[in-house]
């Protein structure tokens, strides 16, 4: 059989397996995590929110954005806060053995902290722990077939935590209150859930989820995540985030 016809026959059988998959992907692997805590109310926060964005368009790190609900006291209502990203903060900061906690905060890979609007030391983190063995060292796969999530973990050593965080998509704020009060800010990754689905004890396995537990996220990502405690995370051995190629809202306004 000629050679162009072996791929054109490929091709087809690749288009009907595909069949009306929605259109989602799994993303490359990625260098890092990229955890930070940040408010709509926090006139800090605006530099790091762009930050993030820079960090997503370039493609090389799992960036997440957890909004926290206590800057919400100064007259404005992050939009995108809740008590569970708050959580999640302090127990990082039981983990670092702080007593506070603040913002903008980037916590990377889960091991280090660092004022999230520094993007030159984000990178300077996430590329030293990639060479000092401190990287994502666990592979992490995940993807959209038909209506499931498959999601692949390597093998490795020791326990951890298969953590999914879903996020929204870029949304720019109308702020009208508060320490930012007259600006609007882009927003993009603002983790709406976290949950924990699995555990992985050093084998390689496999999970599925139904791909309608994104509903109407823009995405996800799936954190391989070592835990000091029930309740205090540890680090990240690996990670992986998948994106929706749905059309991303344009604006979210406070009425």
């Not at 993007?119 to 590329?127: C, F, G, L, N, S």
């Amino acid at each position: 059989m000629p050679r162009a016809l072996i791929i054109g026959c490929l091709s087809s059988l690749l288009t009907v397996l595909a069949g009306n998959t929605p259109a989602l992907a799994g993303d490359s692997a990625a260098q890092g995590v990229v955890e930070l805590f940040t408010s709509q109310g926090c006139s800090s926060c605006p530099k790091a929110d762009k930050a993030l964005e820079t960090l997503i368009r370039e493609g090389n790190v799992v960036a997440l954005a957890y909004h926290v609900d206590y800057w919400n006291y100064l007259g404005w209502t992050d939009t995108m806060s809740s008590r569970q990203n708050t959580d999640r903060q302090y127990a990082y900061a039981r983990m670092f053995g702080r007593g506070t906690v603040y913002t903008p905060q980037a916590v990377i890979n889960g091991r280090e902290h660092v004022n999230g609007g520094d993007i030159d030391r984000i990178r300077t983190q996430v590329q030293g722990m990639a060479t000092q063995g401190r990287g994502l060292s666990v592979p992490v796969n995940a993807q959209i077939a038909g209506d499931e999530i498959r999601i692949d973990i390597g093998s490795g050593e020791g326990k951890a935590n298969v953590v999914v965080a879903y996020f929204d998509g870029e949304q720019a704020v109308d702020i009208q209150d508060g320490e930012n009060r007259g600006r609007r800010v882009a927003y993009w990754h603002a983790v709406k859930a976290i949950e924990t689905i699995g555990m992985w004890e050093g084998r390689a396995m496999s999970l599925v989820l139904p791909a309608s537990m994104l509903n109407d996220r823009a995405g996800c990502a799936i954190l391989l995540q070592r835990m000091k405690s029930a309740d205090t995370p540890g680090a990240i051995l690996g990670a992986r985030m998948i994106t929706t190629k749905r059309p991303l809202p344009e604006t979210a306004r406070r009425n």
